[in-house]
């Protein structure tokens, strides 16, 4: 008779450890097995660039330079909106190469935002915008109003205006690209990875292998 008790090949190790149980090196271990995974797409990292562009104030310049621009109380204003908000349609994006998000760039104070774009109030009345997605990033166009009505002088200062405005734009473009990449790198950080075992409850074996 076969002795079930001696007999290896039935024998399993169902032993799991949570990640607070491992030791510092199997610790070690676990996170960078997780983040391994997760350049492979697994651990729920599959959906972190959507994460990431999913965010109403994506778009909007920093605390900072709104502050700068229109001082301390701007939130006012505002009204615990964004200046710049994300209606979050069509985004498309390459870390490092492009951005177009002309159909989700939601523009909530049209006189905040042509005055942070640096347009002198005086010749908000004659200008019209719209975005586009030409090239690498998304673009803002302008247009004189009732330009045939306006005095040569005039139009020239609005020109003006308008062409630093353009490249300010172009600019705070590539700053939103920079700012989604490192929003995306920081979710490969120890700091996040422990946070993202810690609420899904992850479970490793002794040596911080991972158990799926």
Same mark, same amino acid.
């Given at each position: 008779?076969?002795?079930?008790?001696?007999?290896?090949?039935? +024998?399993?190790?169902?032993?799991? %450890?949570?990640?607070?149980?491992?030791? =510092?090196?199997?610790?070690?271990?676990?996170?960078?097995?997780?983040?391994?995974?997760? %350049?492979? $797409?697994?651990?729920?990292?599959?959906?972190?660039?959507?994460?990431?562009?999913?965010? &109403?104030?994506?778009?909007? =310049?920093?605390?900072?330079?709104?502050?700068?621009?229109? $001082? =301390?109380?701007?939130?006012?204003?505002?009204?615990?909106? =964004?200046?710049?908000?994300?209606?979050? /349609?069509?985004?498309?994006? +390459? @870390?490092?190469?492009?951005?177009?998000?002309?159909?989700?760039?939601?523009?909530?104070?049209? +006189?905040?935002?042509?005055?942070?774009?640096?347009?002198?109030?005086?010749?908000?009345? &004659?200008?019209?915008? /719209?975005?586009?997605?030409?090239?690498?990033? @998304?673009?803002?166009?302008?247009?004189? +109003?009732? %330009?045939?009505?306006?005095?040569?002088?005039?139009?020239?200062?609005?020109?003006?205006?308008?062409?630093?405005?353009?490249?300010?734009?172009?600019?705070?473009?590539?700053?939103?690209?920079?700012? #989604? /990449?490192?929003?995306?790198?920081?979710? %490969?950080?120890?700091?996040? #990875?422990?946070?993202?075992?810690?609420?899904?409850?992850?479970?490793?074996?002794?040596?911080?292998?991972?158990?799926?």
């Amino acid at each position: 008779m076969i002795n079930l008790k001696n007999f290896s090949l039935f +024998e399993t190790d169902s032993e799991s %450890y949570s990640f607070e149980d491992l030791s =510092p090196d199997s610790k070690k271990k676990a996170i960078e097995k997780i983040r391994d995974g997760m %350049y492979k $797409g697994e651990f729920g990292a599959y959906d972190i660039p959507d994460w990431v562009i999913d965010d &109403d104030y994506l778009f909007e =310049p920093t605390h900072q330079e709104l502050t700068d621009t229109f $001082g =301390p109380n701007y939130t006012e204003d505002l009204k615990d909106s =964004p200046m710049i908000g994300n209606s979050r /349609e069509g985004i498309t994006y +390459e @870390t490092g190469i492009y951005l177009n998000c002309s159909k989700a760039l939601d523009i909530n104070n049209t +006189e905040m935002f042509l005055g942070w774009l640096g347009i002198s109030p005086f010749y908000w009345e &004659d200008v019209y915008f /719209e975005f586009r997605d030409t090239g690498s990033f @998304t673009s803002i166009e302008f247009e004189i +109003e009732n %330009y045939d009505e306006l005095e040569p002088e005039r139009i020239k200062r609005i020109e003006f205006y308008l062409e630093r405005a353009e490249k300010k734009f172009q600019d705070h473009m590539k700053r939103i690209l920079k700012r #989604i /990449e490192s929003s995306i790198d920081a979710q %490969y950080e120890d700091s996040e #990875i422990i946070e993202r075992i810690a609420s899904n409850n992850y479970k490793f074996d002794k040596e911080g292998n991972p158990l799926q």
